[in-house]
């Protein structure tokens, strides 16, 4: 079945430390983004990469990096200079969906600092 | 500046009755889409219903129709026959054409009891 996956699901971190979170998709999409929730709160755009080898911020891009060295994989690293990392972050792709563009998500990956 | 709203303090509904979400927006741009999303507890983001800022009927899908009144700016959903499985978090968002990225409301709790 065709999708996105991301991992790990949960990761524990201590400050200072830099970690990658993974996102994985088999759908072929060109387009792929980061988004980050916070509890009670609505998704927020980190980065996003219309093609491989290119990508632009979001509105929260500081203290996050990414790549898109394949179609099928666009990691983000949440590094030490972030200074609230704990949340839930969701990636996603944007495919056609009864001829709309839709972004369709992975389970997510829950990231706490310790 | 794009924004979406969603105000509706946490919802009880009965199951097998019927459910309206408010969401308003604001653009000045004249070519958008509307979204709404379902997130149960597992944190997965589910694709529900797409409208387009042109399209001259509100979008229906399954149990999930779209109220949409351009003039007011307003994306209502609604779920009719409510099942216990529809117990989730809902997002409105807004894709904006200027450069293909989705803005999303904060989100409406939604509990059906039997």
């Known amino acids: 079945d065709g999708g996105i996956t991301q991992s790990p699901k949960y990761l524990f971190r201590k400050e200072g430390q830099n970690v990658t979170l993974s996102c994985e998709q088999n759908l072929n999409h060109d387009a792929m983004y980061w988004y980050r929730q916070d509890p009670g709160q609505g998704l927020r755009l980190i980065y996003y990469s219309q093609i491989v080898n290119d990508f632009q911020k979001g509105d929260i891009a500081e203290g996050y990096s990414v790549s898109r060295e394949k179609k099928e994989s666009f990691p983000l690293t949440v590094t030490s200079a972030q200074k609230n990392p704990t949340a839930f972050y969701l990636c996603?792709?944007?495919?056609?969906?009864?001829?709309?563009?839709?972004?369709?998500f992975g389970a997510g990956s829950r990231l706490t600092v310790l | 500046a794009q924004k979406i709203t969603q105000t509706q303090p946490g919802m009880f509904v009965q199951e097998k009755e019927a459910v309206t979400l408010d969401c308003t927006y604001d653009t000045s741009d004249p070519s958008y889409g509307l979204f709404w999303y379902k997130q149960p507890s597992s944190g997965e983001m589910i694709f529900l219903i797409y409208q387009g800022s042109y399209d001259q009927q509100n979008a229906t899908e399954g149990r999930y129709s779209l109220n949409f009144q351009k003039a007011r700016k307003s994306a209502n959903l609604v779920i009719s026959a409510s099942q216990l499985g529809d117990s989730a978090m809902y997002f409105c968002?807004?894709?904006?054409?200027?450069?293909?990225?989705?803005?999303f409301g904060k989100g409406n709790q939604v509990v059906v009891i039997p």
């Open positions: 968002a807004m894709r904006y054409y200027g450069n293909n990225r989705l803005a």
């Open positions: 996603a792709s944007t495919g056609q969906i009864s001829g709309a563009n839709v972004l369709t």
